[in-house]
């Protein structure tokens, strides 16, 4: 599903990633873990094609996304990459459903095709009730599902989430791990989540842990696999 092959990244002197070499399988759900200023973000952005490598290549399915141009990168993530940030990063001015929908009209569907689509999966989410409503009004918990929502509308392949339920207590934190092993399931999506919730990462099928911007393999856990 994903392969990476010799990743290196440098933000002016400091080179945050070194050699980074890694596969991971359609419908796995793992975790990257370490240590604050690990380079787990980085490396994060870089599979979502947001960062550019300063040397080394990504593939999607044999695809090498790293030699994309801007306008098929922006392509690729639309149909391909759905993200979940720990801030949710809902729009305050839009409804929570319009804040859903805006991934695939941008993907050139129309409102009445997006809104549908929608709400399959907030009827999903358990969260239907609330499509109306703007962000303000939600609760943490329900603006993740909101966000979580966005991120599935153009069935991507790939589930990027970067602290997914870092802002999260312990109920809606364990509810949303919980959720993105069901989306798993019932999809076969895969799923990268960087996290420092060690029930989560414990939960996961495999972690892959940096230190200081290289790979550290845990016990019994390979960072590349043979899906």
């Not at 969260?127 to 603006?143: D, F, I, T, Y």
């Not at 991120?151 to 339920?165: G, M, R, T, W």
């Amino acid at each position: 599903m994903i392969k990476v092959e010799h990743l290196n990244k440098s933000f002016g002197s400091l080179q945050v990633l070194r050699d980074i070499s890694l596969e991971i399988g359609q419908g796995e759900v793992v975790s990257i873990v370490g240590a604050s200023g690990a380079g787990k973000t980085t490396l994060l952005q870089l599979l979502g094609t947001l960062l550019k490598p300063d040397s080394g290549h990504i593939f999607y399915d044999n695809v090498d996304v790293s030699a994309l141009d801007e306008k098929a990168l922006s392509r690729f993530r639309n149909r391909n990459v759905g993200f979940v940030f720990q801030f949710h990063n809902l729009l305050p001015e839009f409804t929570a459903l319009e804040n859903v929908c805006m991934p695939a009209l941008i993907a050139g569907h129309s409102m009445e095709e997006a809104t549908g689509e929608a709400m399959k999966l907030l009827d999903f989410l358990n969260v239907s009730a609330r499509a109306g409503h703007k962000p303000a009004q939600l609760s943490g918990g329900e603006q993740q599902r909101f966000a979580v929502a966005r991120a599935l509308i153009n069935h991507p392949a790939v589930v990027l989430a970067d602290e997914p339920s870092g802002n999260l207590d312990t109920r809606h934190a364990a509810e949303l791990h919980d959720l993105f092993f069901q989306l798993r399931d019932q999809y076969r999506q895969t799923f990268v989540i960087v996290t420092h919730n060690t029930e989560l990462a414990q939960k996961s099928d495999r972690q892959i842990q940096l230190r200081d911007g290289a790979l550290e393999l845990p016990a019994g856990s390979p960072a590349i696999t043979n899906p």
